[in-house]
């Protein structure tokens, strides 16, 4: 358990508002990432973070902005929220280093927009 | 494009009923192929890391192996607390960005 917090857990939104979904890491973990979860699609990269400051986009990242102000917190930010990012997001993190090279995943969030 | 594809899509088995997971996938240079497990509303725990072919690894009733072309986790004997969605994901790049297949859900019946 690496520690990973994600808040809120749940959260119903209307179409057009801005909704920002926090994680937060008591690992000091450098990389961190931000993935959505849909039926049928699995886990989809939508940005990543590979230290304070230094962020980067993935395959979804279109209506999404993020932002890492230090190294335990992620922030994304859904500009203006649209139905279409009803989804469950889950933040991830993971060090240098480690033998298996795998990310740590928070619980989630569920989010709907209606 | 790099691409996780997994079969089936979802599994039922009776409980000591012994089966196989299979995750193909095409990526331009292997970094590492993952598998996790993901319980409803939960997120992914790591089971397995994978970097190259012939490659096995075990933890108790589960077993992953790895070919150039295909992952295969296979379940022995399995017990109903096995069941769960199981993910595939191949490194894609730098920074360890994954992508993941859309997962085979696993039920089993005692």
């Known amino acids: 358990d690496a520690g990973i917090t994600q808040s809120p857990r749940h959260k119903v939104t209307e179409t057009g508002t801005p909704v920002t979904l926090r994680c937060h890491q008591t690992e000091n973990h450098r990389y961190m990432y931000w993935y959505r979860q849909d039926p049928g699609h699995g886990l989809r990269l939508i940005h990543y973070s590979y230290g304070v400051k230094d962020t980067d986009k993935g395959e979804v990242s279109d209506g999404y902005s993020v932002s890492r102000s230090k190294t335990e917190d992620f922030l994304l930010t859904l500009e203006s929220a649209t139905s279409s990012q009803t989804s469950v997001y889950f933040c991830a993190t993971r060090s240098m280093g480690i033998s298996n090279n795998e990310q740590f995943f928070g619980p989630g969030t569920r989010l709907t927009v209606l | ?110």
């Open chain 2, 1 to 110: 494009e790099d691409q996780v594809t997994q079969s089936p899509e979802a599994l039922r088995l009776q409980e000591g009923e012994s089966s196989s997971l299979n995750c193909s996938y095409t990526v331009s240079g292997l970094r590492g192929l993952f598998w996790y497990r993901q319980d409803p509303g939960k997120g992914p725990e790591f089971l397995f890391t994978l970097y190259s072919a012939g490659e096995e690894k075990e933890k108790e009733r589960l077993k992953a192996t790895l070919t150039k072309k295909e992952s295969f986790l296979h379940i022995t004997a399995p017990k109903p607390e096995d069941s769960a969605t199981y993910l595939c994901a191949v490194q894609d790049g730098g920074y360890n960005k994954l992508i993941f297949g859309a997962g085979t859900r696993l039920a089993v019946h005692p």
